[in-house]
């Protein structure tokens, strides 16, 4: 039954071809017998035959064009998508990389947690920086730690170092208490150096960070040191090196990390030049005209702010010029 089926199905598919077969055969029979027929009827016959014959052969022939023509269309089709393809291919490998390079930067801001792990990420980012900016509050931790530390290597390996400071303006009484009072809402304990935060803290501390700024300029001739004086505080403090950009608010226990290369690290670059710019410049080069000791002096201490035109508060003694002058060199690390 199947073998009859599939035979019906073909018979179906090429009945005009079978047909003109059969009457081909018929043809041939009709010309081989033998003259019981007249010529005449054998001639009629085998013409009218034949023409039926190339009739159906016709018909085959434009059946199996018309069955063609769809498989043609989609040929054509397919042939006019392939050479879309490779525009096509292209679109989508520029998808993939956007997405490749916002993956990657995701992949490098990062959070940090826990004091020991922020100040890994400080040293690695000291350890072979040709530059440093710097923007945050009064500069403590980077007077008492990156400064130093970077001129240190720096001067090992007789090279170059860039430093970029801006710091809140130790003349603006109005800041200086604002950041002051920022502080003590976030903590009321003394910090690493044993102190509690107040206006007459903050504006010490940022002198602090000037002189300790001249202090190295005049005893490292490969520093560049800029530092700008700002009248609005920031609850960031941001610490860029050639390698990264570390981010730190008042939790000493948590911090964001950007590599160098990322968008961010780069945007963040942008915006410290820009405030840098905005700020009150310190004319740090005058400074080399006033000779610093090795522990300066109360009056070295005075003329080299006078000469920077930052004089010192008149009601300041010979006492706080001292703790200044201590805070500037033997600066504590307020995070330990």
Not at 84 to 100: F, K, Q, T
Not at 312 to 334: E, F, V
Request: charged share 30%; with cysteine.
């Amino acid at each position: 039954m199947g073998r009859i089926a599939r035979f019906g199905a073909w018979l179906g598919k090429n009945v005009d071809g079978f047909i003109a077969l059969l009457l081909a055969v018929g043809i041939g029979v009709v010309g081989l017998i033998d003259d019981s027929i007249s010529e005449a009827v054998k001639r009629q016959v085998i013409e009218s035959g034949t023409l039926l014959v190339l009739a159906l052969l016709a018909t085959a022939i434009l059946r199996d064009r018309w069955r063609q023509e769809p498989v043609e269309t989609a040929i054509r089709e397919s042939f006019t998508s392939t050479a879309a393809l490779p525009g096509r291919l292209e679109r989508l490998e520029g998808v993939v990389d956007e997405a490749g390079r916002a993956l990657q930067d995701l992949s490098v801001v990062h959070v940090l947690n826990g004091a020991e792990e922020i100040a890994k990420a400080h040293a690695e980012g000291r350890r072979e920086t040709d530059r440093w900016i710097f923007k945050g509050g009064t500069g403590t931790y980077f007077r008492a730690v990156t400064l130093p530390e970077c001129v240190a290597a720096a001067r090992k390996e007789r090279r170059a170092l860039l430093v970029r400071l801006e710091i809140l303006d130790p003349g603006n009484e109005r800041v200086c208490e604002a950041y002051a009072r920022f502080r003590r809402s976030m903590s009321q304990e003394p910090d690493g150096t044993g102190e509690v935060w107040t206006p007459e803290r903050t504006r010490k501390e940022s002198y602090a960070t000037i002189l300790a700024g001249c202090w190295y300029h005049q005893r490292f001739g490969l520093l560049e040191i800029h530092i700008g004086l700002s009248a609005t505080m920031t609850t960031f403090r941001w610490d860029l090196s050639s390698a990264s950009l570390i981010i730190t608010g008042e939790d000493p226990r948590r911090a964001l990390l950007a590599r160098r290369g990322s968008f961010y690290y780069d945007s963040c670059t942008t915006e410290l030049m820009t405030s840098l710019e905005q700020a009150k410049r310190v004319p740090i080069e005058l400074g080399r005209s006033v000779p610093l000791s090795e522990e300066p002096t109360i009056e070295e201490v005075r003329r080299l702010f006078e000469t920077l035109g930052l004089p010192l508060p008149r009601s300041y003694t010979d006492r706080d010029i001292g703790d200044l002058t201590r805070k500037a060199l033997r600066a504590k690390n307020p995070y330990l």
